[in-house]
């Protein structure tokens, strides 16, 4: 893992497609081009996780998120009392949003934030686009604070730290969802409810999510992600009217609609058009073709089976 110290040279690969973990405030970040799906599949790869979570989509400015996600008046309360700093918005994602369906796990929702530190908001300046970034840990691992925790849990997995020192919060923002008049807290950060309750002049609801990435009620969340006219996965024999989702250069005859995740069956390409493939279909009941059990295929599998609600 090579070690950066240059904003300009983190900008550019991030540019070119790469991950590089940087430092925030919080934790420290691995970084990539929201607006890259096949940039944003890799740091699922990385951090070998077997579920697409949704990410956090990180902007040098207020200004910047608002291209992106609607601000409602209690998200710009929250974000004139703690931008820049430790604060995460989850907001609705704007029809025409540059960031992938990806990197929101397919949600009409993003999660914004623009972070304090002095190298991240250089970063961010220079790149000129927003980035995703997820805490810089293998899942299931704690957070890095420090690049030499990235390098110890990512050693072989990614390229590039941008060097930035310890982190001076050491814990993870806190999460608000802002897309109503009350806000509601997701996740526990440095910003208390209090703080939060001040600043919007209304009380807080809690809907503390359960651990890392991890949502109390699983079905809550993923209610979103089934289509409406239903989803078969693994499918090789079509029925009438189904709309086929393929993978692969062998597609089974008989349909008339077909979107292929990946022709040359690649799991990376077939991740980062897995959300927008979805939408696509959704007029239709929808076949899916079987994904290999293995690598980000964990992940593309889960998300099909939560979405043919077989789980
Ligand atoms: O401090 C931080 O927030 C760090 C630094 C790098 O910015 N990032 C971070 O990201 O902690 P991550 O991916 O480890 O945690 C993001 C959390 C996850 O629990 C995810 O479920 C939640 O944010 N989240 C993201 N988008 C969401 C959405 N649209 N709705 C609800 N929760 C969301
Ligand atoms: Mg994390």
Avoid at 204 to 232: C, I, N
Avoid at 241 to 250: D, I, K, Q, S, T
């Amino acid at each position: 893992m090579k070690h950066l110290h240059s904003a300009y040279e983190a900008a550019a690969l991030l540019r070119d497609s790469e991950l590089v973990a940087i430092p925030t405030e919080t934790v420290y970040g691995l970084a990539a081009d929201a607006t890259n799906a096949e940039a944003v599949a890799k740091i699922y790869e990385a951090k070998q996780r077997p579920q697409f979570n949704p990410l956090i989509a990180h902007f040098a400015s207020q200004e910047a998120a608002e291209r992106e996600v609607e601000f409602t008046p209690l998200a710009r309360k929250l974000a004139a009392a703690f931008w820049p700093g430790p604060l995460t918005l989850v907001l609705r994602a704007t029809p025409d949003t540059r960031i992938c369906a990806l990197a929101r796990a397919g949600l009409p929702t993003q999660a914004v934030r623009v972070p304090a530190h002095p190298l991240a908001q250089k970063l961010l300046r220079e790149v000129a686009v927003p980035l995703v970034a997820p805490s810089a840990n293998a899942s299931g691992t704690l957070s890095p604070v420090s690049s030499a925790h990235v390098a110890k849990s990512l050693a072989g997995k990614i390229g590039w730290i941008l060097e930035g020192g310890e982190c001076s919060e050491g814990l993870e923002s806190t999460i608000v969802d802002a897309t109503g008049e009350q806000p509601v807290l997701l996740r526990a950060g440095t910003i208390t409810a209090t703080q939060i309750a001040e600043a919007a002049g209304y009380e807080v609801r809690l809907q503390l999510h359960a651990g890392e990435g991890e949502v109390k009620s699983p079905g809550q969340l993923l209610r979103h992600y089934a289509p409406r006219g239903g989803l078969r996965i693994g499918t090789q024999n079509p029925q009438s009217g189904e709309a086929l989702l393929a993978f692969g250069a062998e597609i089974p005859p008989g349909f008339t609609h077909v979107l292929n995740l990946s022709e040359r069956s690649d799991l990376r390409e077939a991740a980062a058009n897995l959300f927008s493939m979805l939408h696509q279909l959704e007029a239709y009941p929808i076949a899916t073709m079987p994904v290999p059990e293995e690598g980000l295929g964990l992940a593309i599998n889960d998300r099909l089976r939560r979405a043919s609600s077989s789980l």
